[in-house]
T-cell receptor, first 114, second 113 residues
Framework: DTGVSQDPRHKITKRGQNVTFRCDPI?????LYWYRQTLGQGPEFLTY????????KSRLLSDRFSAERPKGSFSTLEIQRTEQGDSAMYLC????????????FGQGTRLTVV | KQEVTQIPAALSVPEGENLVLNCSFT??????LQWFRQDPGKGLTSLLL?????REQTSGRLNASLDKSSGRSTLYIAASQPGDSATYLC????????????FGQGTELSVKP
Protein backbone atom coordinates (compact mmCIF):
# COMPACT_ATOMS: atom_id res chain seq x y z
CA ASP A 1 0.00 0.00 0.00
CA THR A 2 1.52 3.30 -1.09
CA GLY A 3 -0.73 5.60 0.90
CA VAL A 4 -3.06 8.29 -0.40
CA SER A 5 -2.26 9.28 -3.97
CA GLN A 6 -3.24 12.54 -5.68
CA ASP A 7 -2.96 13.46 -9.31
CA PRO A 8 -1.77 15.80 -10.72
CA ARG A 9 0.72 17.23 -8.27
CA HIS A 10 0.68 20.62 -9.96
CA LYS A 11 -1.82 22.28 -12.28
CA ILE A 12 -1.60 25.67 -13.94
CA THR A 13 -4.74 26.81 -15.71
CA LYS A 14 -6.16 29.93 -17.24
CA ARG A 15 -9.04 31.70 -15.54
CA GLY A 16 -12.35 30.37 -16.75
CA GLN A 17 -11.10 26.86 -17.55
CA ASN A 18 -12.35 23.71 -15.83
CA VAL A 19 -10.00 21.46 -13.86
CA THR A 20 -10.37 18.01 -12.32
CA PHE A 21 -8.27 16.42 -9.61
CA ARG A 22 -8.13 12.78 -8.62
CA CYS A 23 -7.55 11.13 -5.26
CA ASP A 24 -6.91 7.43 -4.64
CA PRO A 25 -7.33 6.64 -0.93
CA ILE A 26 -5.71 3.84 1.03
CA UNK A 27 -7.51 0.74 -0.20
CA UNK A 28 -9.29 -0.36 2.98
CA UNK A 29 -10.36 3.17 3.98
CA UNK A 30 -14.00 4.00 3.43
CA UNK A 31 -13.86 7.67 4.46
CA LEU A 32 -12.41 10.22 2.07
CA TYR A 33 -12.00 13.95 2.69
CA TRP A 34 -11.12 16.97 0.55
CA TYR A 35 -9.48 20.05 2.04
CA ARG A 36 -8.19 23.31 0.61
CA GLN A 37 -5.14 25.12 1.95
CA THR A 38 -3.92 28.60 1.09
CA LEU A 39 -0.49 29.93 1.93
CA GLY A 40 0.12 30.35 5.65
CA GLN A 41 -3.23 28.88 6.64
CA GLY A 42 -4.38 25.55 7.98
CA PRO A 43 -6.39 23.25 5.72
CA GLU A 44 -10.09 24.08 5.39
CA PHE A 45 -12.68 21.33 5.07
CA LEU A 46 -14.48 21.08 1.73
CA THR A 47 -16.37 17.78 1.71
CA TYR A 48 -16.24 14.16 2.76
CA UNK A 49 -17.51 10.77 1.66
CA UNK A 50 -18.29 7.57 3.44
CA UNK A 51 -18.04 4.94 0.75
CA UNK A 52 -19.84 6.50 -2.23
CA UNK A 53 -22.11 8.76 -0.17
CA UNK A 54 -21.20 12.44 0.11
CA UNK A 55 -22.11 13.13 3.73
CA UNK A 56 -21.20 16.78 4.13
CA LYS A 57 -20.27 19.78 2.03
CA SER A 58 -18.77 22.99 3.34
CA ARG A 59 -20.20 26.37 2.50
CA LEU A 60 -16.79 26.98 0.91
CA LEU A 61 -17.82 24.57 -1.82
CA SER A 62 -19.59 26.89 -4.22
CA ASP A 63 -21.73 25.75 -7.14
CA ARG A 64 -18.59 25.69 -9.29
CA PHE A 65 -17.17 22.84 -7.22
CA SER A 66 -18.33 19.26 -7.43
CA ALA A 67 -16.93 16.08 -5.97
CA GLU A 68 -17.72 12.47 -6.69
CA ARG A 69 -16.68 9.10 -5.41
CA PRO A 70 -18.16 6.48 -7.73
CA LYS A 71 -18.16 2.95 -6.32
CA GLY A 72 -16.62 4.19 -3.10
CA SER A 73 -13.08 3.97 -4.42
CA PHE A 74 -11.23 6.95 -5.95
CA SER A 75 -12.65 10.45 -5.84
CA THR A 76 -12.58 13.42 -8.19
CA LEU A 77 -12.89 17.11 -7.41
CA GLU A 78 -13.89 19.34 -10.31
CA ILE A 79 -13.74 23.12 -10.38
CA GLN A 80 -15.64 24.80 -13.19
CA ARG A 81 -14.90 28.29 -14.50
CA THR A 82 -11.84 28.68 -12.34
CA GLU A 83 -11.08 32.01 -10.68
CA GLN A 84 -7.81 33.36 -9.33
CA GLY A 85 -9.14 32.90 -5.81
CA ASP A 86 -9.26 29.15 -6.43
CA SER A 87 -5.45 29.06 -6.42
CA ALA A 88 -4.53 26.84 -3.47
CA MET A 89 -3.29 23.42 -2.44
CA TYR A 90 -6.05 20.82 -2.60
CA LEU A 91 -5.50 18.00 -0.15
CA CYS A 92 -7.17 14.61 0.03
CA UNK A 93 -7.23 12.38 3.10
CA UNK A 94 -8.66 8.99 3.95
CA UNK A 95 -9.41 7.09 7.14
CA UNK A 96 -11.06 3.87 8.20
CA UNK A 97 -14.63 4.19 9.43
CA UNK A 98 -14.85 4.85 13.14
CA UNK A 99 -14.58 7.64 15.64
CA UNK A 100 -11.03 7.04 16.81
CA UNK A 101 -9.21 6.57 13.59
CA UNK A 102 -6.22 8.32 12.14
CA UNK A 103 -6.50 10.34 8.93
CA UNK A 104 -3.79 10.04 6.29
CA PHE A 105 -3.16 12.74 3.72
CA GLY A 106 -1.87 12.71 0.19
CA GLN A 107 0.80 15.04 -1.18
CA GLY A 108 -1.80 17.46 -2.51
CA THR A 109 -2.48 19.12 -5.85
CA ARG A 110 -1.17 22.67 -6.20
CA LEU A 111 -3.52 24.70 -8.40
CA THR A 112 -2.43 28.01 -9.90
CA VAL A 113 -5.01 30.02 -11.83
CA VAL A 114 -3.48 32.69 -14.08
CA LYS B 1 -18.75 25.12 16.37
CA GLN B 2 -15.22 23.86 16.96
CA GLU B 3 -12.41 26.35 16.56
CA VAL B 4 -8.73 25.45 16.82
CA THR B 5 -5.97 27.94 17.52
CA GLN B 6 -2.20 27.52 17.45
CA ILE B 7 0.16 29.99 19.06
CA PRO B 8 2.78 31.11 18.17
CA ALA B 9 2.47 31.26 14.40
CA ALA B 10 6.25 30.95 14.10
CA LEU B 11 9.05 29.82 16.36
CA SER B 12 12.83 29.81 15.93
CA VAL B 13 15.09 27.86 18.28
CA PRO B 14 18.73 26.74 18.34
CA GLU B 15 19.52 23.10 17.70
CA GLY B 16 19.31 20.87 20.75
CA GLU B 17 16.65 22.86 22.54
CA ASN B 18 13.52 21.22 23.91
CA LEU B 19 10.37 22.99 22.80
CA VAL B 20 6.59 22.98 23.21
CA LEU B 21 3.98 23.80 20.58
CA ASN B 22 0.52 24.77 21.73
CA CYS B 23 -2.94 23.97 20.39
CA SER B 24 -6.24 25.21 21.84
CA PHE B 25 -9.75 24.09 20.95
CA THR B 26 -13.12 25.52 21.96
CA UNK B 27 -15.32 22.41 22.08
CA UNK B 28 -14.13 19.82 24.61
CA UNK B 29 -16.44 17.13 23.15
CA UNK B 30 -13.76 15.77 20.86
CA UNK B 31 -13.22 12.28 19.44
CA UNK B 32 -9.52 12.78 19.11
CA LEU B 33 -6.75 15.25 18.36
CA GLN B 34 -4.12 14.68 15.72
CA TRP B 35 -0.76 16.39 15.18
CA PHE B 36 0.71 16.70 11.68
CA ARG B 37 3.93 17.90 10.13
CA GLN B 38 3.98 19.72 6.80
CA ASP B 39 7.11 20.50 4.81
CA PRO B 40 6.96 23.42 2.33
CA GLY B 41 4.82 22.60 -0.70
CA LYS B 42 4.06 19.10 0.56
CA GLY B 43 1.15 17.22 2.04
CA LEU B 44 0.59 16.44 5.72
CA THR B 45 2.38 13.69 7.60
CA SER B 46 0.61 12.31 10.66
CA LEU B 47 2.77 12.43 13.77
CA LEU B 48 0.55 11.46 16.69
CA LEU B 49 -3.12 10.75 17.35
CA UNK B 50 -4.52 11.15 20.86
CA UNK B 51 -7.91 9.63 21.49
CA UNK B 52 -10.33 11.45 23.78
CA UNK B 53 -9.80 8.88 26.56
CA UNK B 54 -6.03 9.32 26.52
CA ARG B 55 -3.86 11.97 28.19
CA GLU B 56 -0.73 11.59 26.05
CA GLN B 57 1.01 9.76 23.25
CA THR B 58 4.70 9.37 22.53
CA SER B 59 6.70 8.62 19.41
CA GLY B 60 10.46 8.91 19.56
CA ARG B 61 11.40 12.48 20.50
CA LEU B 62 7.77 13.62 20.25
CA ASN B 63 5.24 13.65 23.06
CA ALA B 64 1.72 14.99 22.69
CA SER B 65 -0.62 15.66 25.60
CA LEU B 66 -4.35 16.31 25.74
CA ASP B 67 -6.35 18.13 28.41
CA LYS B 68 -10.00 18.22 27.35
CA SER B 69 -11.16 20.19 30.39
CA SER B 70 -8.93 23.13 29.52
CA GLY B 71 -9.25 22.67 25.75
CA ARG B 72 -5.53 22.32 25.21
CA SER B 73 -3.02 20.03 23.60
CA THR B 74 0.74 20.39 23.49
CA LEU B 75 3.39 18.82 21.28
CA TYR B 76 6.75 18.47 23.03
CA ILE B 77 9.83 18.01 20.85
CA ALA B 78 12.97 16.91 22.67
CA ALA B 79 16.49 17.73 21.54
CA SER B 80 15.37 19.57 18.41
CA GLN B 81 17.28 19.09 15.14
CA PRO B 82 17.43 21.17 11.93
CA GLY B 83 15.48 18.37 10.24
CA ASP B 84 12.55 19.16 12.55
CA SER B 85 12.07 22.47 10.73
CA ALA B 86 8.56 22.42 9.27
CA THR B 87 5.04 23.61 9.96
CA TYR B 88 3.23 21.71 12.69
CA LEU B 89 -0.56 21.52 12.56
CA CYS B 90 -3.04 20.21 15.08
CA UNK B 91 -6.55 19.09 14.17
CA UNK B 92 -9.53 18.12 16.31
CA UNK B 93 -12.37 15.76 15.42
CA UNK B 94 -15.51 16.59 17.38
CA UNK B 95 -18.73 14.77 18.14
CA UNK B 96 -20.85 17.59 16.77
CA UNK B 97 -18.74 18.20 13.66
CA UNK B 98 -19.16 14.77 12.08
CA UNK B 99 -15.98 12.95 11.12
CA UNK B 100 -14.04 15.88 9.75
CA UNK B 101 -10.87 17.38 11.17
CA UNK B 102 -10.83 21.04 12.16
CA PHE B 103 -7.33 22.49 11.81
CA GLY B 104 -5.42 25.23 13.50
CA GLN B 105 -3.35 27.62 11.39
CA GLY B 106 -0.10 25.89 12.27
CA THR B 107 3.18 26.82 13.91
CA GLU B 108 6.14 27.26 11.59
CA LEU B 109 9.20 25.89 13.36
CA SER B 110 12.76 26.74 12.41
CA VAL B 111 15.61 24.93 14.17
CA LYS B 112 18.94 26.69 13.62
CA PRO B 113 22.17 24.67 13.48
Amino acid sequence: DTGVSQDPRHKITKRGQNVTFRCDPISEHNRLYWYRQTLGQGPEFLTYFQNEAQLEKSRLLSDRFSAERPKGSFSTLEIQRTEQGDSAMYLCASSPQGAFTEAFFGQGTRLTVV
Amino acid sequence: KQEVTQIPAALSVPEGENLVLNCSFTDSAIYNLQWFRQDPGKGLTSLLLIQSSQREQTSGRLNASLDKSSGRSTLYIAASQPGDSATYLCAATSYNQGGKLIFGQGTELSVKP
